[in-house]
Structures are given as structure tokens and as C-alpha cells.
């Protein structure tokens, strides 16, 4: 039986210190990562967002480009995220019975992945709608932010099996 080395976080050093991981060794891949996550809105606002009533303008288009921009700068948000040239970003808002069902999809070729990148258009997108509708609704919830699927590199490809 093949020992099994110990579990460790790559981010943090023997120490314990926060560090970035070096990814200069490794190989340059295809990679694509899918993000999900939603928010929950009174009737009342959600009606005001679909009749394009919002003092601020058109929720969903300002919540998709704010997704996509924060993907670009996911690294300038989480101190230890690698910059990355991204190739492609779709982030999508979708009415729910509750709300928005939020969905981001990246994809860039490099040596580390683009998980973080997805998640952070998919909140972005939550919290700039809740700025948008929040004179409408103060007790909108963001919530379930998730990795649905991730392909490329050493790990290969996950896809969550409780949706």
C-alpha cells in the first residue's frame, strides 16, 4: 500500500506564514472554471428590476459587466491570487422564483487555475445588485457562492455533484 503524504494547504508555509504559491515550473494548460451563486429579493423589488424601475438603471446588465470586471481583478481582491491573462468571461443572471441565479464561467491558459476569478464575478455580481435594489429591499441574501465545475491542470476535472 502506497503511503499517502499528508494533506497540506498551499498557501501557507511550514511556518504557518501566508505565501504565494510559485507556479513558474508549472506547466501552462487550458483552464476553466464555473461559478454559481444566487439572491434572494422581495416580490416587490423584483418587480421594480423587471419593469426597469431602479434609480440606478438597468440591474442586470450593470451586475453582468460588474461580474466581469471583478474577474479581472480577482488578484487585486485576494492577497494571494495570481494575476492572470484571462481569455474568456461570461457571467449570466438568470430570474429565479427568489431572485437572481447568478452563473460565471472563465476560462484563461496558464500554470493555475481561474476558480477564484469565477467566484468573485459571481459575488460581485450579488453585491451589485443588492446595491442597486437596496433602497427597494434591505433584506436581500446572497448566498450558496460555489464552484460547480473546474477543468485543467494537475488536479483535471471536477465537477460538484450536489449542484
Known amino acids: 500500500m502506497a503511503r499517502r503524504e499528508k494533506a497540506r494547504l498551499s498557501h501557507a508555509g511550514r511556518d504557518g506564514s501566508a505565501r504565494m504559491v510559485d507556479v513558474s515550473q508549472k506547466p501552462e494548460t487550458r483552464r476553466e472554471a464555473v461559478a ?10 423584483m418587480k421594480l428590476v423587471r419593469e426597469g424601475r431602479s434609480k440606478k438603471g438597468n440591474v442586470v446588465e450593470t451586475a453582468r459587466l460588474a461580474g466581469i470586471l471583478a474577474a479581472k481583478r480577482a488578484s487585486d481582491l485576494i492577497p494571494l491570487c495570481h494575476p492572470l491573462a ?10 429565479s422564483a427568489s431572485g437572481f441565479d447568478i452563473e460565471a464561467r472563465v ?16 459575488a460581485v ?39
Open 125 to 163: 455580481a450579488a453585491l451589485t445588485v443588492y446595491d442597486m435594489v437596496k433602497a427597494a429591499d434591505r433584506t436581500m441574501v446572497i448566498e450558496n457562492i460555489r464552484v460547480m465545475e473546474k477543468k485543467g491542470g494537475r488536479s483535471g476535472h471536477y465537477v460538484r455533484k450536489d449542484g
Open 36 to 45: 454559481r451563486g444566487s439572491i434572494r429579493i422581495s416580490r416587490e423589488a
Open 86 to 95: 484571462l481569455e474568456h468571461i461570461d457571467v449570466a443572471l438568470s430570474e
Open 107 to 122: 476560462r484563461s491558459r496558464g500554470p493555475t487555475g481561474v476558480e477564484m476569478e469565477a467566484l468573485s464575478a459571481v
